[in-house]
């Protein structure tokens, strides 16, 4: 696949707008990177460079890998919430954009509130004269699945004809978005992976995703099947991918959200469920989790999980992603 060398400049709001040749850029750059940091070698592609991070909604591994990154690239990274600026007093999305712009090389922001995040995010885009990366929003998290993506590659080889399986899972602690299924969907069954959604009926992703996920699978020779039970979707699966969201298509607010999530709490990744998995099956997931309510910890903990390398991969496919487009 040919190498593309006209990334700078460009936003990463969502991949559906990066072709295959793009996201294979990204991928061979991120193991580059990830080489270059074993080795101790300095690779300093960003020096002087600072980029804007700003967040809506909390992180722990996004804030962490993106500041990190900035550093390991020779830049600086510039922490800002939402609720410590003016923006609760009139920032608007375009005044966000012109003047961090202005001071920024990149401006990376997480905004995740249903209906709200990913126009957020454009409207900082359209307005900015650098890059805007999107640290998730409510509809997509790219960097996460790249970072995924890689993962898979790393442990399986090939991902063509490889089954996936991208199931719900039942957490307590808030109603998370959709964006890490939705993305991964759409991602998987671009590379051939055989996907299998699987989810209680309340549980479904946007119509427009699942018809492009049917179109990538069709497109790449792979496979795109939609399941309700947790159980068959597991059998004989190469990649357990197992996670919570919430019924976000369905449900009025966060009260009614968590009443009918609750109606599945059997839906974790145990280890009688794991079993149901190939042999070599790797358990992913991209934290946090409900851990013994999500997934196990002898699952989470045990000899499938893959968890730590997974986050590990955020950083060196978000080295990748700045270092093409801000330099
Ligand atoms: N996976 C992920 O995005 O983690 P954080 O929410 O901690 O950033």
Known sequence: MT????????????LREWTREEIETVLDVAMDLKRQRALGLPHPYLRDKVLAMLFFYSSTRTRASFEAGMAQLGGHAQFIESRTTQIAHGDTAREIGEILGR???????RHVEWGVGNQYIREVAQASRVPV????????????????????????????GRTLTVSW?????????ISVPQDLVLLATRFGMHVR???????????????EAAENARRSGGAFELMDDFDAGMRDSDVVYAKS???????KDDAEGAAI?????????????????????????????DRNIEVADAVIDGPHSVVYDEAENRLHVQKAVMALTMA
């Open 261 to 289: 999530s609750a109606r599945y709490t059997d839906w974790i990744t145990d280890e009688r469920r794991m079993a149901l998995a190939g042999p070599d099956a790797i358990y992913m997931h991209p934290l946090p989790a």
């Open 245 to 251: 969201w919430g019924p976000l298509l369905v449900a």
């Open 3 to 14: 190498m593309q060398t006209n990334l700078r400049g460009r936003d990463l709001i969502s």
């Open 133 to 160: 990366l999107n640290m998730q929003c409510d509809l997509y998290h790219p960097h996460q699945v790249l970072a995924d993506l890689l993962t898979i590659r790393e442990k399986l080889g090939d991902p063509r």
């Open 169 to 177: 899972a039942y957490a307590a602690s808030y109603q998370k978005p």
């Open 103 to 109: 001071y920024n090389d990149g401006i990376a922001i």
């Open 197 to 211: 959604l699987v989810h209680p009926p309340e549980f479904q992703l946007m119509d427009d995703v699942l018809a």
